[in-house]
């Protein structure tokens, strides 16, 4: 009985994953069968997902955003963003004043809302932390986690995160 209970799970995951990628694909978000895209979020015209990219209905992306295996979970991200292979925005968090950190010994959390605006580039594995907001025309390391709030055009590496340098407000497009 287990056995087929898991053989349907798998089937309907693999019907939602058409479903979904027929729905986001007809919206002019591209995204590859692998993904796995929440139809509950918000994704604008011109996004672009590939690999096994996770988006889930609690985030909302801007226009031209794209990204390899990402995982997207209480995020808004703003438009223009470039996220490298295997960023993380605003993954849950876990309570630590409590004796199991496993979320079936405490209520649900309410989790915040990781913050990046447009023309963000984040390297290759960074991390961003919910409650962060990471402003215009930043850069992001790869490998940084990013625990506090990034200024506009900073670029900030390590871990955790810290200012590394800044961009050129006067550069040309």
């Given at each position: 009985?287990?056995?087929?209970?898991?053989?349907?799970?798998?089937?309907?995951?693999?019907?939602?994953?058409?479903?979904?990628?027929?729905?986001?694909?007809?919206?002019?978000?591209?995204?590859?069968?692998?993904?796995?895209?929440?139809?509950?979020?918000?994704?604008?015209k011109?996004?672009?997902?590939?690999?096994?990219?996770?988006?889930?209905?609690?985030?909302?992306?801007?226009?031209?955003?794209?990204?390899?295996?990402?995982?997207?979970?209480?995020?808004?991200?703003?438009?223009?963003?470039?996220?490298?292979?295997?960023?993380?925005?605003?993954?849950?968090?876990?309570?630590?004043?409590?004796?199991?950190?496993?979320?079936?010994?405490?209520?649900?959390?309410?989790?915040?809302?990781?913050?990046?605006?447009?023309?963000?580039?984040?390297?290759?594995?960074?991390?961003?932390l919910?409650?962060?907001?990471?402003?215009?025309?930043?850069v992001?390391?790869?490998?940084a986690?990013?625990?506090?709030?990034?200024?506009?055009?900073?670029?900030?590496?390590?871990?955790?995160?810290?200012?590394?340098?800044?961009?050129?407000?006067n550069?040309?497009?």
């Amino acid at each position: 009985m287990k056995l087929i209970k898991a053989i349907l799970s798998d089937i309907l995951s693999f019907f939602e994953r058409i479903i979904s990628y027929c729905f986001w694909n007809f919206k002019g978000v591209r995204i590859t069968i692998s993904c796995q895209v929440s139809r509950k979020a918000i994704i604008e015209k011109g996004c672009v997902f590939s690999g096994h990219s996770i988006i889930t209905e609690n985030a909302k992306i801007g226009t031209f955003t794209y990204g390899y295996n990402v995982n997207i979970n209480n995020a808004v991200v703003g438009s223009y963003c470039s996220l490298a292979p295997d960023v993380k925005i605003g993954l849950d968090e876990h309570p630590l004043d409590k004796t199991s950190t496993h979320p079936h010994f405490y209520p649900k959390m309410e989790q915040k809302k990781a913050v990046i605006g447009n023309h963000v580039w984040l390297g290759a594995n960074a991390v961003v932390l919910s409650g962060v907001i990471i402003e215009n025309h930043s850069v992001i390391a790869a490998g940084a986690v990013v625990t506090k709030n990034v200024n506009e055009y900073e670029i900030v590496g390590g871990v955790p995160a810290k200012i590394i340098g800044n961009r050129d407000k006067n550069a040309t497009k």
